[in-house]
Every structure is written in C-alpha cells, then in structure tokens.
C-alpha cells in the first residue's frame, strides 16, 4: 500500500486502442459502446478456429514520431513511444536539460517483447548465431519499449519496466507515486503496452482461453451467461502524473488525482482465481481506506471482468463483500466488452476510460449483455452508456496469478 504524502494529479494522457486513438477518439468509442473485436490481420489465423481479435488497425506511427529510428523498432515500441508523444503535448510537458532528472518513465508490459524474442531466435536458428541481425537484439528484452521511448524523448530521472500481467497497468502507477512521493521525481509518464502478435495469440489459444475455440462466436460479453472466454486485444497507454503543486508551477490543468492504491498478492493454484476473491476483496478495501473514503463515496467501478467464467463471478461476489447493499446501486461496467482483454494495458485503457468519465458524465456501458446469470446480478450498465455526474472512481485489475491492484480516481 503506498502511503499518500502529495497530492498527484493527471495531466496528460495518450492512447492507442481498437476502438479509437487519441482521448477523444477513445471517449467516443466508449459513449457509442463501439466495439473494437475485428478480423485479425496482423497474422494468418486460417488455421485456428479463432480469428477475431481487438487489433489496432488504423496505427501509422509516422502520424506521431519522426521516421528516423522507427524500422529498427517493434509495434510494441511503436505503440507506446506514439502514446507517449501524445501525453506528453496534451500535459504541454516539454522535457529538457533543465528538467530531465526530475521527469521519469514507468511502463506496465508482460507480453510486450515476445514477437521479437521468437524472430531473433528463430533467425539464430535457421541461419546460425553469426548472421542474425544485431539491430534486432535490444527489441528482445522486456524493457526495450519502456527504455526506448524515455530514450526517444530524453527521460532520465527513471526508467523501469513493471511486469505483473493484468496489474502492471496499474502496479506502474503505484510504482510512480512512490517516487513522486518520496521525492525523487517530480513528474512521471505512465505507460503500459501490448502488441497483437501470434505467439501470444497461439499461447492463449493452445490453453483454450480464447473466446469462439468451444462456441464458434468470439465474443467479450463480461456477466454474461454465454461467456465463454478472452478476446485477445493491443493497444498502449500514457499518462502524466505529476505533484499538483509542480503541475501549478508549470501552469496546467489537471483531469483528476490518484486518491488511493490497494494491493494485495493471492496464489491460489496455477493460472486459476482464488474462488473466494480474498485478494481482490483486500486490494479494494485497502484502496478505500488510503484514500480515506467509504464505499459509499464511489461513483463507478470500472471492472477488470474479461468474459471468463471464474472471473466476473467472483469479482462479483468480491464486489458484494466489499460494497454491502451498496453494490446494487452503484455501476459496475468492464470496458473489455468493447475492447477485449489487453492484459498489461488493460490497467491504463480503464484508467483513461474512468478520467472520460469524470470529465464527460458517462459511465461506459457492458456492451454484448444478453442474458443474465442468477448470480451475476449487480448494475452493469448493460449495452447504452448512462449519464451522470461521476466524482470518484474505482478501477480494478486482477489476475489468475494471483495479482491484485486497485485504485481509486477522483476529480
């Protein structure tokens, strides 16, 4: 739990997601409930019974980084150097000499250089170790995107690579209110990232956790009946944080604060839920109590349900637990129904949709919601976005290796 000492506001996002890029873009998409699930066509998917994903089709990184430099990087460093850039001229954050040192870089990937790792190796393979290309090597280390985009824009205060599955997102955010609070920077970008990419596809698809293997239907319908399963998604994120009185200084506005961080680590069995939610339940109730809030004082949470069986159910229950009959009233929507599972991103894609929400009055409706499960029976916004004035936030990510962070966003 990160013992809040400043205040920490946002004042700068970028995203890159199926359903939009650019915040703007990103809030239309989740007002409209678009759904981003489209033909795969990054890699043949003829052979498999999947061919459906939450692909970024519409990404020129030319649009937003200058091309010299840009062939030697992967579409994870593409993606994420892109996001960067964009957070970086809406936080109207110009990095210098000057500031460098006090400016660092925190980013949330797991899956983000396997692409790279499998076609480095498969060339020393085929051709030998001699004759593989050695511009292709740094691409094939994890925290390649992260250390190549602060390279990009000159970051030195810090450069770290989170990498904790569903929760980097979010683990990155803790990790940079730590510093900002213990005085080691004064601002953070906070990037997560996932490229689609077909190892990562097979992996999923090989342990039958793909959504369409057993129905025929790929489909992300979080709470629903007919769940059956991920849609394998991409996308990056970035946020400024930076102290609210060093944003003051710089004359900006923000989007909200970070109120509070809970976690909580819960190994129950190998890539399986703890049926009882114990870590979920803890890492919400420690959210709570940092940001010195009552459930009741929450407007939304925005849901880590991915369309598995284990869990939106049990994150349900966690939800009943830890809200009381509150829980019935307050909007529990996942985002994931638009835009599929992006592991590693997820964090910072629900992140960027509850800031719309402050700053819009919306909540982003459960879209694919069809037929209701006896035990799956809270408010999921179900299809149509609803209005409102939202103050206050909870954003949760939980994983099946037991990783458990919340956070709480307020205006």
Known sequence: MTASKKR???TGIGIISPIGI????YWQGLQEGRSGIKPITLFDTSRFKVKMGGEVTDFDPTAFLEKKGLRDLDRSTKLLSSATKIALEDAHLEINEKNTCEIGMSVGTTF?????ISSFDKESLTQGPRLVNPSSFPNTVINSPASRAAIRFGIKGFNSTIATGMCSALDAIEYAVNFINNNRAKAVIVGSVEEMCEQVFLALYKLNWLSGINSGISISCPFDKRRDGIVFSEGATAL??????????????????VL???????PYRLVKYN??????????KLALQEAS????DIDYVCANSNSTRDADLIETVAIKEVFGKYAYKIPVTSIKSMIG?????????ATIASIGAMAKGFIPPTINYKEKEEKCDLNYVPNKVSKGKIDKVMINTFDFYGNCTVIIVGK
């Open 260 to 266: 509070g961080v809970g976690t909580s680590f819960d």
């Open 112 to 116: 983000g250089s396997v692409s790279s």
């Open 22 to 25: 650019g915040k703007e873009q």
């Open 293 to 296: 809030l009552e459930p009741e």
């Open 240 to 257: 400024i944080l930076e102290e609210a009185e060093y944003a003051k200084q710089r004359g900006v506005d923000n989007y909200g604060e």
């Open 275 to 284: 049926p009882k939610g114990t870590g979920m339940k803890e890492a919400m």
């Open 8 to 10: 920490i506001v946002i």
């Open 341 to 349: 599972e992006t592991f590693s991103a997820s964090g910072g894609m």
